[in-house]
T-cell receptor
Framework: GQNIDQPTEMTATEGAIVQINCTYQ??????LFWYQQHAGEAPTFLSY????GLEEKGRFSSFLSRSKGYSYLLLKELQMKDSASYLC?????????????FGKGTHLIIQP | GAVVSQHPSRVICKSGTSVKIECRSL??????MFWYRQFPKQSLMLMAT?????????EQGVEKDKFLINHASLTLSTLTVTSAHPEDSSFYIC?????????FGPGTRLTVT
């Protein structure tokens, strides 16, 4: 079966740092994605990890540990516009030919 | 590059009618397209995988006779919700895949009254 867990909601302060965790148990693994989704809009791609370690991309970083079935998304220098849902998704196998399995998303609230 | 469009962006229909949603990859060819559904405050759920020129593969619990998928070309896939009911009201999102990436369309908000 497929199971992806992430916190339902988090609150952070503008200018601070927040870490959103994701754990997964899936039948097969070929990459983990993080997406940002604003209410009523489609997800936008943030990051992709397939090997263990940290991927940094501006204010956003993503980490993966395949042995632990664990990833996190780190957001630095938080801005009000970062208030959104953040979705963790796993590609079970293959390349682009497999649909993604999504977690329920973490609703991030940024306070002034 | 890698732009995916969906049409319409928003549709309201009466119960019992059918609605067609188009998904197009504008600047690349996608051998595989995916259809997802998202209910309020829920995550995206994969409904079906659509390959050009062949029948779609549906996820467990998704009725293939209700959600008709046609992938007639490498840049166009359509999802038709037949005999729509209020419980079909949802946000439908397509994605188009290359060898390694999936690019999401902007989504279609369907409301069935």
């Amino acid at each position: 079966g497929q199971n992806i867990d992430q916190p339902t909601e988090m609150t952070a302060t503008e200018g601070a740092i927040v870490q959103i965790n994701c754990t997964y148990q899936t039948s097969g693994f070929n990459g983990l994605f993080w997406y940002q989704q604003h209410a009523g809009e489609a997800p936008t791609f943030l990051s992709y990890n397939v090997l263990d370690g940290l991927e940094e991309k501006g204010r956003f970083s993503s980490f993966l540990s395949r042995s632990k079935g664990y990833s996190y998304l780190l957001l630095k220098e938080l801005q009000m516009k970062d208030s959104a849902s953040y979705l963790c998704a796993v590609r079970p196998s293959g390349g682009g030919a497999d649909g993604l399995t999504f977690g329920k998303g973490t609703h991030l609230i940024i306070q002034p | 590059g890698a732009v995916v469009s969906q049409h319409p962006s928003r549709v309201i229909c009466k119960s019992g009618t059918s609605v067609k949603i188009e998904c197009r990859s504008l600047d690349f060819q996608a051998t595989t397209m995916f259809w997802y559904r998202q209910f309020p405050k829920q995550s995206l759920m994969l409904m079906a995988t659509s390959n050009e020129g062949s029948k779609a593969t549906y996820e467990q619990g998704v009725e293939k006779d209700k959600f008709l998928i046609n992938h007639a070309s490498l840049t166009l896939s359509t999802l038709t919700v037949t005999s729509a009911h209020p419980e079909d009201s949802s946000f439908y999102i397509c994605s188009a895949a290359t060898s390694y990436e999936q690019y999401f369309g902007p989504g279609t908000r369907l409301t069935v009254t």
